[in-house]
């Protein structure tokens, strides 16, 4: 849009880049096409009264400061700049009633207060009530002169670094935005193909920074952290961190520290797992206290041989920091992961909430939206916009909010009876499988909800090959029931003789691969 814009729209003047700014601002500017096509040459510049051309001449025939709204009450029916700048606040205002009294000054005059009128001076009444309108119409939008200038050269100085430098640029904004805000401005990055990538304990600067052509995000970004990170970053300056122990060690962390990096992601290129480095958070703070205290008796040790010693305690300290090892058995929460990273950077950074979960069997929202009213589907997509609103009748609760997959949005509306049933499954970023029909009506486009369910899971399951059912029952099964984890990869049993793959009930961790005395393997489907 922009580029198209300055193409056809060069700006030679301030004035030329006040409108074309305000072609991106909100309000009544119905008349820009034609100033583009004045400015062109493709057509002639009109005035409603011929009165007004030594005040519009500049700006292609239209009005566009609130000082042009001034000199019109004053040239044309004959105010003062200061009843001008009265009759122009109410308008910004939108005092209708004063506007309304006004009018008749404006076309007829007020002899009270020496204010002659269109018609005594002249100019057709019928073009003045129009003008009136159009002034009505345009000042609770306006600018001053002075203040569109500045806007407007601002806005253009940042639209063509926004295009030219565009990760720059982002790079700086999301250092001068506040943190509800980083959502909506990552959903705009890809947009404009520029990758984020989350925060990283050994690439990561304090705030946003650029990182191979993508923006990464900074340890001061990560909400909750803000300048406790400065030491992590000043100690990295005497080399990276070469692991979880490492890194404990040389930085003495406290417990919302090491909670904030593992959970935002800062701690990945050690473990990818978070639920296993969270598990350990504990274990490395234990170790940690008494590594301080035994630095400290080191420091304050005045006698040489107890300093020996002291010394060999340090490092036994040492030595425990190092051997904590993170318990492999844990596995990773998915839902949880994105859930608390969510928290801390204020949008989907590592994966979306929709790449988690397995969806089959239903219509894609583009699709759908093509399709015919009012027939059974299903789509599935991310909760977005959620808004709980009571029936006017009762005050029962019912909700509505946006639904979006990887190929377009959609309204949703939720009323009181299904709301009942599966209120529990609707929220801010919830995926879910809704079963409905499309209602489309010259006020909404709406999906109707019907009933809902929530998707399960995308996690690969584990196969484990068995000679037949008796080796299952009373050799593998023995060996599986030890590795059974509540968020593992399902278990599916391969039955050699039958040739035949079974679903079971039971979720294992990823260390049953280990095991030696079976023939098991993951299997992405």
């Not at 063509?160 to 790079?171: A, I, N, R």
């Not at 009181?416 to 809704?434: G, R």
Request: glycine share 6%; proline share 4%.
């Amino acid at each position: 849009g922009m580029k198209g814009m300055l193409k056809q729209f060069r700006p030679e003047s301030i004035d030329d880049l006040v409108l074309l700014v305000a072609m991106y601002r909100p309000g009544p500017l119905q008349f820009l096409p034609d100033v583009i096509k004045v400015k062109q040459r493709l057509k002639p510049i009109t005035y409603l009264v011929p009165e007004l051309e030594h005040i519009l001449s500049k700006t292609y025939g239209s009005i566009t400061y609130q000082e042009q709204v001034q000199q019109i009450f004053r040239d044309l029916a004959g105010y003062s700049l200061g009843q001008a700048d009265i009759v122009r606040r109410a308008m910004s205002k939108k005092k209708l009633k004063v506007i309304e009294a006004e009018r008749t000054a404006f076309l007829y005059g007020d002899p009270e207060r020496n204010i002659r009128g269109c018609k005594a001076n002249g100019i057709d009444v019928t073009a003045a009530n129009k003008l009136f309108d159009q002034m009505t119409d345009f000042a609770a939008y306006a600018f001053n002169r002075s203040h569109a200038a500045c806007y407007a050269v601002v806005a253009y100085q940042t639209a063509w670094l926004k295009y030219h430098y565009t990760t720059e640029y982002m790079t700086a904004v999301l250092n001068n935005t506040p943190f509800e805000k980083y959502q909506g401005l990552i959903g705009d990055l890809k947009d404009l193909n520029v990758d984020i990538k989350g925060p990283d304990i050994n690439k990561s600067a304090l705030g946003f920074s650029i990182d191979d052509d993508a923006i990464r995000f900074g340890l001061s970004s990560i909400k909750g952290l803000g300048d406790s990170v400065l030491p992590i970053i000043r100690e990295r300056e005497n080399g990276i961190f070469a692991s979880l122990a490492d890194f404990v060690m040389r930085t003495i962390p406290s417990k919302t520290v090491l909670e904030g990096l593992t959970w935002s992601g800062a701690f990945d290129r050690f473990n990818k797992n978070r639920n296993q480095i969270a598990d350990a958070i504990p274990k490395y703070l234990e170790a940690e206290k008494k590594y301080k205290a035994a630095e400290k008796k080191f420091v304050s040790e005045i006698n040489e041989e107890k300093k020996a010693d002291r010394l060999q305690k340090l490092n036994e300290q040492k030595e425990e920091i190092r051997n904590i090892k993170l318990n492999d058995g844990i596995c990773e929460d998915q839902k949880q992961t994105l859930s608390k990273e969510y928290e801390l950077l204020g949008a989907f950074v590592s994966k979306q909430p929709l790449d988690i979960y397995k969806v089959s069997g239903t219509t894609t929202i583009a699709e759908m939206l093509e399709g015919e009213d009012d027939v059974p589907m299903s789509i599935s997509g991310i909760i977005t916009d959620l808004q709980i609103k009571n029936r006017k009748k009762d005050k029962a609760p019912f909700a509505t909010f946006k639904l979006t997959d990887k190929t377009g949005s959609v309204s949703v509306c939720c009323f009181t009876e299904p709301y009942k049933t599966f209120k529990t499954l609707i929220d801010d970023n919830a995926v879910v499988i809704i079963h409905g029909n499309m209602k489309r009506d010259e006020k909404y486009t709406q999906f109707i909800t019907k009933s809902m369910e929530e998707p399960k899971l995308n996690i690969p399951p584990i196969v484990v090959a068995v000679k037949d059912i008796d080796d299952w029952m009373e050799r593998v099964r023995k060996i599986v029931v030890g590795y059974t984890a509540e968020n593992g990869n399902p278990l599916m049993v391969y039955d050699e003789m039958m040739d035949e793959l079974r679903s079971t009930t039971l979720h294992v961790t990823k260390n049953l691969l280990q095991n030696e005395s079976l023939h098991v393997k993951l299997v992405n489907m």
